[in-house]
DNA sequence: AAATTTTCTTGTCCTATGGCAAGAAATCAA
DNA sequence: TTGATTTCTTGCCATAGGACAAGAAAATTT
């Protein structure tokens, strides 16, 4: 059950008391997404604020030519929604879809915010997570500007193995910004270098 | 002075009351900073959250080789900190310089928990300046991926020309993710289309 | 298991951008 | 004002990665 794993991540990643936290969890419900479920779509406002405990969950949006562009990959142990769609209670421009059947709890925008209204600390839970995925964008951002898409392959696989045993290799291709013949011709170089 | 641009802007951008708005700027205070004064360096905590009333910030990092890449521009009207740093009490990796002279007002970490936690607005005001920086730093990670150098150009110089009249070709240049020969012909380019 | 669709790889050719170095221009310092 | 830095432009060549198309392989559907 996710909100059981949801109790746990909040005590390990913050000081926060088992109790406190299942105080926390308790507005939260479980739910279940089957393969290419869609969590959000474009056009619609992000209103789920949800903890992932297994499975695994792809962002993209369109680009001008209509073709996808990954902006993300979730896999358990985080927390999934659009920020500036939830936040600002404006249209996602992003999907949100599952890649793989996915467990996950959940609570809506306005219980959240009462929530953070009435728990200091889960507020802190909060602002770490928004941080959090800042954080990973900055970094994700450098990483197009100052490294080779081989490097930034390598990091990923590193990283977030899981993805490859999931998402097709377009996806990935398009997240590392460059196309899935450029990704093949960079695995066959890299599975080679491996080797020796 | 300072303090009266940031009541006018946390009245515009958010719903709050002046009175309100004045009673958050209370505890901030003013200062100023010369041209190529750091107002953060790497390697030391980012302990200030400031309101830009006038000039320019530039924000950067040394990449591998040791060369500075621009992560961001900041001109009057922003909040201006390291979010990573500052929220996680880390050190950062960026240095945040004085493009051009700069007037200024700041609150401390310490003081602002103090003042996310006795006031609501503010809290919220908090909120809506980390979706926005968010925000911002999606798209451009997006337009590093799937649009052309001369694109990203383009928008920038509508979107924030002071830049171009303070900053020097080079920091531009690794803030689109180009070197500076490149954004040299691309302005050459540009240009020439304008005049048609 | 046959047919269909999707994914992945590979070839050929092309283009945007990088690396480097040399001038030109502008800015700053003495 | 002169010299020293820094900034900006430009030329030449190199290369990472894109575009497109054709197969091969795998997954999905019937």
Redesign the interface.
């Known amino acids: 059950m996710s909100k059981a794993a949801f109790v746990n991540f909040i005590c390990q990643r913050t000081g926060i008391p088992e109790v406190k936290a299942e105080e926390i969890v308790a507005s939260f419900q479980n739910i279940h997404f089957e393969k290419d479920e869609f969590i959000l779509e474009a056009g619609k406002i992000s209103d789920r604020y949800l903890f992932l405990s297994s499975g695994c969950i792809r962002a993209y ?1 369109l ?2 030519e209509g073709d996808e ?1 990954t ?1 993300n990959f979730y896999t358990s142990g985080e927390v999934v929604f659009e ?2 769609s939830f ?2 209670r404006i249209p996602s421009s992003e999907y949100y879809q599952a890649e793989t059947p996915c467990e996950a709890c959940y609570i809506h925008y306005q219980e959240l915010n009462e929530a953070f ?1 009435a728990m ?1 600390h889960f ?1 802190d839970f909060g ?2 997570m ?2 959090n ?3 990973n ?2 970094e ?3 990483s ?3 490294e080779e898409a081989e490097t930034r392959y390598d990091r990923l696989i590193r990283t977030k193995p899981d993805i490859f045993k999931h998402a097709p290799l377009k996806h990935i291709a ?1 997240y590392l ?1 460059i196309t899935d013949s450029s990704l093949s011709r960079i695995r066959r170089n890299y599975s080679q270098k491996q080797e020796l």
Do not use: Q, Y
């Open positions: 949006t680009d001008l562009v902006t920020v500036s936040f600002r209204h200091p507020r602002r770490a928004l941080v995925g800042f954080a964008l900055k994700r951002t450098l197009l500007i100052n398009s910004g």
